[in-house]
């Protein structure tokens, strides 16, 4: 990765992730999707905007990339294997033998190019601060989603609660127009990547975060979209040259290293 000169000055490496970019489905399993154009290309089948998010901020800040097109019904990457929603129904009626050469081609490299990359980053750094973009519907099951902007995290890692707690307070200064809520509409240590990889590694060097955006926005004026994004990348900016938080990042990075 090539050095920027404003990179910021907290001791970490940014990692981005997008586990339901796209919504394609390989040559050999079509088949069982005949029929299902509308369903791939609903919240079930991938999540809208998380990609373009993804790509914008990977760009921005020069960090690694790693995403998947693969719709979530074939195997959804943020699942765990055993998950009853690894795969779509249908895909689960599969025999066990195509089940698991699906997550072998498209699961397992997906979760282990990205633990790859933590490894790598906690060496070159110390800290990887992982960003999993992802969106949500506005309308689930009848219940409308007026917030814009979730960030999710494990609160029993002070690391994660703090950065979260700063980011927003950054927006709600920042962009004052936009909802922001924490550990919404998900709870941050819900079954997915982030909770896979905090398993791997400690507190004080790796720290998950699901960037969450309502898909109410991209209904809106593209500028309004790219408003947003530019939001969400701005925030990040100020959030990773706050000294303050860099002083309490460091503080809980000798805490969590203590013995306990």
């Known amino acids: 990765m090539t050095a920027r000169e404003d990179l910021p000055p907290i001791a970490a490496e940014l990692l981005i992730t997008c586990e339901h970019g796209g919504n394609k ?144 307070d950054i927006l709600n200064t920042t962009a004052p127009g936009l909802e922001v809520r924490r550990n919404y509409p998900y709870e941050g240590r819900n079954d997915g990547l982030t909770s896979a990889l905090r398993k791997k590694f400690p507190p004080d060097a790796y720290l998950g975060i699901e960037l969450e955006l309502n898909q109410k926005e991209l209904l809106r004026p593209t500028r309004q979209w790219k408003a947003l994004r530019e939001s969400v990348i701005a925030s990040l900016s100020t959030l990773l040259r706050d000294h303050d938080l860099t002083t309490q990042l460091q503080y809980h990075q000798y805490r969590e290293g203590m013995p306990q």
């Not at 498209?106 to 990205?114: I, K, M, S």
């Not at 933590?118 to 007026?146: L, P």
């Open 25 to 168: 489905v390989p040559a050999a399993y079509r088949p069982l999707f005949n029929g299902c154009r509308s369903l791939l290309n609903s919240h079930r089948g991938f999540d809208p905007g998380a990609l373009v998010m993804a790509c914008a901020l990977a760009m921005h800040f020069n960090a690694p990339l790693v995403a998947s097109m693969v719709s979530r019904l074939v195997v959804d990457l943020n699942r765990s294997i055993g998950h009853r929603h690894l795969h779509a129904d249908f895909v689960r009626t599969l025999p066990a033998a195509t089940r698991q050469e699906i997550i072998e081609r498209y699961y397992l490299p997906y979760r282990q190019e990205a633990e790859q990359r933590v490894v790598e980053g906690i060496a070159r750094r110390g800290m990887v601060i992982h960003i999993s973009c992802h969106s949500f519907t506005n309308n689930f099951n009848g219940v409308v989603r007026d917030t814009d902007i979730g960030l999710l995290y494990d609160p029993a890692r002070r690391g994660e609660r703090t950065l979260c707690a700063h980011w927003k």
